[in-house]
């Protein structure tokens, strides 16, 4: 199955995607995480992991067969089951080039059967190739929603594209970081669509994204940590479901 995570940059996509990914690989499924970024190598900081150069997913773009494809992966230390995909660590932006069509396409049509769970942390822009790939080819499209006026402008903005992917029948819309700073039913009205979760501000959740350790790997320690993780494991039952 392949999952797209996408949504507004700094809606805590990635943080969801690899708290998707953690989940999913502790109950024995073979899961790959793939980052989208073409700017520098982020969703390995996540999971606390080192893409070195030569696994970069540069390589991976470039190979002929889907064996070189398969080698860009790099397995997580603790989850035996868990795999990741990414532009390297010490990626230097001014030697990054565009993903053409056809090696975003070659990449996820070679290396998706492999896992039993796909998921691509997609990028905000729909320019970038592998997101367009992701989303397109998707059978889930998980929707991250910071709940803001910032949130639905962008949203709405987005609406003609989603229409015109005929993404809406894959979408599964999660609020997250809810600060209750936004009356959740309001913006519900206002986007024409019902959250499947919604997640809490969780400080727990915000501090692993500097030490590089899920809090569903981590586990919960306050009461809003457990809605989170509750709220991922929810989502992780509909995409069994599927």
Known sequence: MVIAVWGKNGSGRSTIASNLAVCLAGKGYLVAL???????????????????????????????????????????????????????????CLRLKTVKEEEGKSLLINTKDKFNYYIIDCTESFGDTLTTLGCRYADRVVEVIRPSIQAAAFRAAHRELIDGLKLASKLIPVANNNKNLIDINELEQKLKLKFTG???????????????????LSGAVTRADREYIKEIRKIVVLLEAK
């Open 34 to 92: 793939v980052g989208a970024s073409k700017a520098y190598g982020s969703v390995q900081h996540y999971l606390g992991m080192e893409v070195p150069e030569e696994k970069s997913i540069k390589k991976a773009l470039e190979a002929i067969n889907e064996d070189d494809m398969v080698k860009s992966f790099v397995q997580h230390k603790r989850l035996k089951d868990l795999f990741v995909m990414s532009l390297s660590n010490t990626e230097n």
């Open 198 to 216: 919604i997640l809490p501000y969780s400080r727990s959740v915000e501090r692993s994204e500097g030490t590089g350790e899920p809090v569903c």
